[in-house]
T-cell receptor, first 116, second 112 residues
Framework: DSGVTQTPKHLITATGQRVTLRCSPR?????VYWYQQSLDQGLQFLIQ???????AKGNILERFSAQQFPDLHSELNLSSLELGDSALYFC???????????????FGPGTRLTVL | LAKTTQPISMDSYEGQEVNITCSHN???????ITWYQQFPSQGPRFIIQ???TKVTNEVASLFIPADRKSSTLSLPRVSLSDTAVYYC?????????????FGRGTQLTVWP
C-alpha cells in the first residue's frame, strides 16, 4: 500500500459524458501527479500540482483539467469523453517541492475508465 | 532528459538471477537512473535509483558504468511474484519539475 488513494476504482460511462477522478496523496506530500496509461501509448504524464498550484503540464488534452485543493487532494476532470480516453489513470504523490529532485513518486492503485 | 532503451521482454525461471540492461546514450549530468516496477492493473513502484557505480538495496542491485551510457538492474533469485514490467527512467535532479518519463518497459516473465 503506497498511501495514495484513488476513487473510484472503476468507471464506465458513455461518449460525450464528463467524469471526475479523485486522488488523495500520502500524508504530508505536497506534489500530486496524474498519469494516463493506455495500451497503445504506455504511461504518459498529464499534469503536476504542487501545494495547490499547477507546476507542469504534459500530454494533457484541452478537454481534461485538474486541480489540487487546500487539503491537498486532487481531482482530474475529463469531459466530452471519447472512446480513446479509455485507460487507466494513475495519481502519484511525492514530497517534492521544486528543489533538488531526489524524491521518488508513490503511485495510487489507479482508476480504470471505460468509455462506451 | 535521457531517452532510455530496454528490451521489450525477458523470460527467466524461479531462483535465477535476472539482469535487465537499459541504454541511455544521451544521459545528462543531472540525470539519475531510476527503476520502477509495475504489476498488472497496479501503479508503478519505485525499486532503486543510482548515479554511478553500484547501488544495492533489499530488492535489487543497480550497476552503472563510468560512462553512464547504460545501466543494469539485477534481481537476485527471482520468484514468480517478480513477474512484472520494469521501467528504466532518467530522473533529472536538476530540474524544477518532478515528472517522470516512462518508456515501454521490459516485461519480465518468471516461469516455475
Amino acid at each position: 500500500d503506497s498511501g495514495v488513494t484513488q476513487t473510484p476504482k472503476h468507471l464506465i460511462t458513455a461518449t460525450g459524458q464528463r467524469v471526475t477522478l479523485r486522488c488523495s496523496p500520502r500524508s504530508g506530500d505536497l506534489s500530486v501527479y496524474w498519469y494516463q496509461q493506455s495500451l497503445d501509448q504506455g504511461l504518459q504524464f498529464l499534469i503536476q500540482y504542487y501545494n495547490g498550484e499547477e507546476r507542469a503540464k504534459g500530454n494533457i488534452l484541452e478537454r481534461f483539467s485538474a486541480q489540487q485543493f487546500p487539503d491537498l487532494h486532487s481531482e482530474l476532470n475529463l469531459s466530452s469523453l471519447e472512446l480513446g480516453d479509455s485507460a487507466l489513470y494513475f495519481c502519484a504523490s511525492s514530497p517534492y517541492n521544486g528543489g533538488e529532485n531526489t524524491d521518488t513518486q508513490y503511485f495510487g492503485p489507479g482508476t480504470r475508465l471505460t468509455v462506451l | 532528459l535521457a531517452k532510455t532503451t530496454q528490451p521489450i521482454s525477458m523470460d527467466s525461471y524461479e531462483g535465477q538471477e535476472v539482469n535487465i540492461t537499459c541504454s541511455h546514450n544521451n544521459i545528462a549530468t543531472n540525470d539519475y537512473i531510476t527503476w520502477y516496477q509495475q504489476f498488472p492493473s497496479q501503479g508503478p513502484r519505485f525499486i532503486i535509483q543510482g548515479y554511478k557505480t553500484k547501488v544495492t538495496n533489499e530488492v535489487a542491485s543497480l550497476f552503472i558504468p563510468a560512462d553512464r551510457k547504460s545501466s543494469t538492474l539485477s534481481l537476485p533469485r527471482v520468484s514468480l511474484s517478480d513477474t512484472a514490467v520494469y521501467y528504466c527512467l532518467g530522473f533529472d535532479r536538476g530540474s524544477t519539475l518532478g515528472r517522470l518519463y516512462f518508456g515501454r518497459g521490459t516485461q519480465l516473465t518468471v516461469w516455475p
